[in-house]
């Protein structure tokens, strides 16, 4: 790869929002206790002026290299596309990241910021182990104190990224409300968050919760794209007609199609969890079964009840069980430029068999919900079509899952 | 204008504050430990000598609330307690209850209630104010606008991590009183009140004339005394909700009443 990927989208604003209030559309806004909003309008400031400020931006640019392993490569997979017989399909390979996943792009970011914030400590909320395991690097790399509340259910399903954050020096917390997933490790995040303002930083890892973070956590991933758009253009010649990415609260996703967005020729999907059935309570698809609504801190799709109260929720891969999408994916689906659908636990888990044996990359079951779609659809198209899949996440930490769901 | 109250929060407030006294409001979860439970636990709560009551809706992700009343809104969703239910029944757990009543809630049920309709609703059902812990007055508008229409008490809170202007805000929206947060934190009992609890009703006293109530982590007559010398009112939440955990089973309704009067009134180790 030449040392140009940056350069095609550094100077492109790919849209206008969101405005002052934090609100993409009507979606996004800050809805937290207000012993939070205080501590929020700090980060506010303090990302303001890290955005602007060159040593930050060159801090960041060098341990996204040096330490983290970008640019990513992007993969032209000649056999899978050949088997399809179809369109052509290259992986962006952010599973090569260092910790396996896309998550240290934003971890890293944030992690420069809390400490210019003079913040000790880090705190995070983890689904499938990935950002516990990000975030428990950059604590690590940083000197700093780090902490990671993870659902039961998870630590059991995850386990190898359980004893990978305690090895980096994380404090592990389980969580055993509700429904022991993700949704309630950041109602635990927030309680610890809203108990020890002065000296926490609290790394949301998804571009989820209040204004500043769905912007913030999307411009830390907005690397993906942007590499991306020059790889393919420098590999294929022209722009891609497909994106397909995954979509759990969304920050492989957004990273990857934001500097596309003013690309209209470009088509975007985003791949929810169809879980075991699209009845409530089965699934994460929340474009599919959701509605309008407000948690954790953000206004946008939310699994629910007629009562307002936060539906349950399921998928095999633990980093997409979550009831809501990050704000700005909402309006996206209202305004037509991405299309949102999903993809079912057996078809992840086909897929990922699938990729494995046929290019030799093992993918993330999260990773693998894109892959499922893309299946689906190559062979409708010609075999001069471009797709470009964000291959998130490596699919070591899913072993186990692998083995009890009988495809090994 | 924004703190004119026709509720009954403003007269309860005056009267105190004419006889040269404190007032104690008192928290609780609705439905916890059932729906039929509330109505007697409600009266029992008010004959103990609550000033105001603070009637809990269950949610399903409760950020902000401590374990104590995480566990008590377990229970209560569990007996089927939702926002449309509470305000169903409260005519019927109102009769005999002269404390007025403030609606605790998050804020998704009463967005997806419809904003008129639950104003409109909880007036009817006799409630005099309403406050939703995770809205904060900048993303409020729509919501004052259905609230104060039906000439209900919208309350905010105020925390030690509010800034002055913020403070000032939060009292501008609110009517009936200000809710100062004593410290950060979740809501549950500590053993200590918080320094940083004397500063922050120094500078709410500076931005507004409404009465200030202080709560999270007051739970005993000791540390009631204590808010009292400070602030208009002391809040108790956990604390009785945890009196509903251990005492209804055995000693019915009257125990939690028992339990309120020694917040009010009492000095020694808590009532049997």
Redesign the interface.
Same mark, same amino acid.
């Given at each position: 790869m030449s040392s140009t990927p940056l350069t095609a989208g550094t100077h492109r604003v790919p849209g206008k929002w969101p405005n002052a209030n934090g609100r993409f559309g009507e979606f996004g806004g800050r809805f937290v206790p207000e012993t939070l909003m205080g501590p929020v309008e700090q980060l506010e400031r303090a990302y303001e002026q890290a955005r602007c400020d060159a040593n930050f931006q060159a801090e960041l640019k060098r341990l996204l290299k040096d330490f983290a392993g970008r640019p990513t490569p992007l993969y032209h997979a000649r056999r899978l596309s050949a088997r399809l017989g179809g369109a052509q399909i290259f992986l962006k390979r952010e599973d090569l990241l260092h910790t396996g996943a896309h998550k240290i792009n934003n971890c890293l970011g944030q992690g420069l910021l809390a400490q210019r914030m003079g913040k000790a400590r880090l705190i995070a909320e983890t689904g499938a182990g990935q950002h516990g395991v990000a975030t428990a690097t950059v604590a690590a790399l940083l000197g700093l104190e780090c902490c990671v509340y993870m659902g039961e259910e998870d630590m059991t399903r995850q386990a190898p990224n359980v004893f990978r954050m305690r090895l980096l020096g994380a404090q592990v917390i389980p969580v055993s409300s509700g429904s022991k997933t993700l949704k309630d490790a950041i109602n635990e995040g927030m309680r610890d968050w809203v108990t020890n303002v002065g000296n926490t930083h609290y790394l949301m890892g998804s571009v989820l919760g209040p204004h500043p973070y769905p912007m913030m956590v999307r411009d830390f991933h907005r690397v993906i794209g942007q590499e991306a758009r020059g790889q393919v253009l420098e590999l294929a010649g022209r722009l891609p007609d497909y994106l397909f990415a995954c979509v759990g609260g969304g920050s492989n996703s957004i990273g990857l199609f934001y500097d596309f967005i003013p690309d209209r020729e470009v088509k975007m999907v985003g791949v929810e969890a169809g879980g075991r059935s699209l009845r409530l309570g089965d699934h994460a698809a929340r474009f599919a079964g959701g509605k309008p609504g407000v948690l954790h801190g953000t206004y946008t799709y939310v699994l629910q009840n007629e009562d307002g109260l936060i539906a349950a929720t399921h998928s095999i891969s633990a980093g997409l069980d979550y009831p809501a999408v990050g704000p700005e994916h909402a309006l996206l689906h209202q305004s037509g430029r991405v299309e949102y659908t999903q993809a079912s636990d057996a078809e992840a888990l086909e897929a990922a068999r699938e990729l494995s044996r046929t290019e030799g990359i093992i993918p993330a079951l999260e990773s693998a919900h894109a892959l499922a779609e893309v299946i689906r659809r190559a062979s409708t198209l010609s075999r001069e079509a471009i797709i470009l899949v964000n291959l998130s996440g490596r699919g070591d930490k899913d072993l186990g899952i692998f083995q009890s769901a009988g495809i090994l | 204008m924004a703190n004119a109250s026709t509720s009954r929060l403003s007269p309860v407030f005056h009267e105190l504050l004419k006889g040269g006294e404190k007032g104690l409001v008192v928290y609780v979860t609705a439905g916890d430990p059932s729906l039929e439970a509330t109505g007697e636990i409600l009266r029992a709560i008010d004959h103990g000598g609550a000033d105001v009551i603070e009637l809990g809706v269950p949610?399903?992700? &409760? +950020?902000?609330d401590?374990p104590v009343i995480?566990r008590a809104s377990e229970r209560a +969703?569990k007996g089927g307690a %939702? +926002?449309?239910k509470v305000i169903a029944r409260l005519p019927a757990w109102r009769a005999g209850v002269g404390a007025p009543i403030v609606l605790f809630s998050y804020?998704? &049920?009463?967005?997806?209630?419809g904003l008129d309709a639950f104003a409109r609703d909880a007036r009817r059902a006799g409630v005099d104010g309403v406050l939703a812990?995770?809205? %904060?007055p *900048? *993303?409020a508008d729509p919501y004052l606008q259905a609230v104060r229409t039906q000439e209900l008490d919208p309350v905010? +809170?105020? #925390? &030690? %991590?509010?800034?002055d202007d913020?403070l000032k805000r #939060?009292a501008e929206a609110s009517s009936g009183f200000l809710y100062l947060?004593s410290r %950060?934190?979740?809501t549950g009992e500590r053993d200590e009140l918080a320094t940083t609890l004397a500063p922050l009703v120094q500078r709410a006293r500076r931005q507004t004339s409404l009465p200030l109530a202080v709560g999270f982590g007051i739970s005993n007559p000791r540390q009631v005394r204590a808010v009292q010398q400070l602030a208009d009112a002391a809040v108790v939440g956990s604390a009785v909700v945890h009196a509903v955990e251990t005492r209804y089973s055995s000693g019915g309704a009257r125990a939690i009443g028992d339990f309120v009067r020694w917040l009010k009134h009492g000095t020694g180790s808590e009532p049997a």
């Amino acid at each position: 790869m030449s040392s140009t990927p940056l350069t095609a989208g550094t100077h492109r604003v790919p849209g206008k929002w969101p405005n002052a209030n934090g609100r993409f559309g009507e979606f996004g806004g800050r809805f937290v206790p207000e012993t939070l909003m205080g501590p929020v309008e700090q980060l506010e400031r303090a990302y303001e002026q890290a955005r602007c400020d060159a040593n930050f931006q060159a801090e960041l640019k060098r341990l996204l290299k040096d330490f983290a392993g970008r640019p990513t490569p992007l993969y032209h997979a000649r056999r899978l596309s050949a088997r399809l017989g179809g369109a052509q399909i290259f992986l962006k390979r952010e599973d090569l990241l260092h910790t396996g996943a896309h998550k240290i792009n934003n971890c890293l970011g944030q992690g420069l910021l809390a400490q210019r914030m003079g913040k000790a400590r880090l705190i995070a909320e983890t689904g499938a182990g990935q950002h516990g395991v990000a975030t428990a690097t950059v604590a690590a790399l940083l000197g700093l104190e780090c902490c990671v509340y993870m659902g039961e259910e998870d630590m059991t399903r995850q386990a190898p990224n359980v004893f990978r954050m305690r090895l980096l020096g994380a404090q592990v917390i389980p969580v055993s409300s509700g429904s022991k997933t993700l949704k309630d490790a950041i109602n635990e995040g927030m309680r610890d968050w809203v108990t020890n303002v002065g000296n926490t930083h609290y790394l949301m890892g998804s571009v989820l919760g209040p204004h500043p973070y769905p912007m913030m956590v999307r411009d830390f991933h907005r690397v993906i794209g942007q590499e991306a758009r020059g790889q393919v253009l420098e590999l294929a010649g022209r722009l891609p007609d497909y994106l397909f990415a995954c979509v759990g609260g969304g920050s492989n996703s957004i990273g990857l199609f934001y500097d596309f967005i003013p690309d209209r020729e470009v088509k975007m999907v985003g791949v929810e969890a169809g879980g075991r059935s699209l009845r409530l309570g089965d699934h994460a698809a929340r474009f599919a079964g959701g509605k309008p609504g407000v948690l954790h801190g953000t206004y946008t799709y939310v699994l629910q009840n007629e009562d307002g109260l936060i539906a349950a929720t399921h998928s095999i891969s633990a980093g997409l069980d979550y009831p809501a999408v990050g704000p700005e994916h909402a309006l996206l689906h209202q305004s037509g430029r991405v299309e949102y659908t999903q993809a079912s636990d057996a078809e992840a888990l086909e897929a990922a068999r699938e990729l494995s044996r046929t290019e030799g990359i093992i993918p993330a079951l999260e990773s693998a919900h894109a892959l499922a779609e893309v299946i689906r659809r190559a062979s409708t198209l010609s075999r001069e079509a471009i797709i470009l899949v964000n291959l998130s996440g490596r699919g070591d930490k899913d072993l186990g899952i692998f083995q009890s769901a009988g495809i090994l | 204008m924004a703190n004119a109250s026709t509720s009954r929060l403003s007269p309860v407030f005056h009267e105190l504050l004419k006889g040269g006294e404190k007032g104690l409001v008192v928290y609780v979860t609705a439905g916890d430990p059932s729906l039929e439970a509330t109505g007697e636990i409600l009266r029992a709560i008010d004959h103990g000598g609550a000033d105001v009551i603070e009637l809990g809706v269950p949610f399903s992700d &409760p +950020l902000a609330d401590g374990p104590v009343i995480q566990r008590a809104s377990e229970r209560a +969703l569990k007996g089927g307690a %939702t +926002l449309r239910k509470v305000i169903a029944r409260l005519p019927a757990w109102r009769a005999g209850v002269g404390a007025p009543i403030v609606l605790f809630s998050y804020y998704n &049920p009463i967005l997806q209630y419809g904003l008129d309709a639950f104003a409109r609703d909880a007036r009817r059902a006799g409630v005099d104010g309403v406050l939703a812990v995770d809205l %904060t007055p *900048e *993303e409020a508008d729509p919501y004052l606008q259905a609230v104060r229409t039906q000439e209900l008490d919208p309350v905010f +809170l105020a #925390a &030690p %991590t509010s800034t002055d202007d913020r403070l000032k805000r #939060a009292a501008e929206a609110s009517s009936g009183f200000l809710y100062l947060v004593s410290r %950060t934190g979740v809501t549950g009992e500590r053993d200590e009140l918080a320094t940083t609890l004397a500063p922050l009703v120094q500078r709410a006293r500076r931005q507004t004339s409404l009465p200030l109530a202080v709560g999270f982590g007051i739970s005993n007559p000791r540390q009631v005394r204590a808010v009292q010398q400070l602030a208009d009112a002391a809040v108790v939440g956990s604390a009785v909700v945890h009196a509903v955990e251990t005492r209804y089973s055995s000693g019915g309704a009257r125990a939690i009443g028992d339990f309120v009067r020694w917040l009010k009134h009492g000095t020694g180790s808590e009532p049997a």
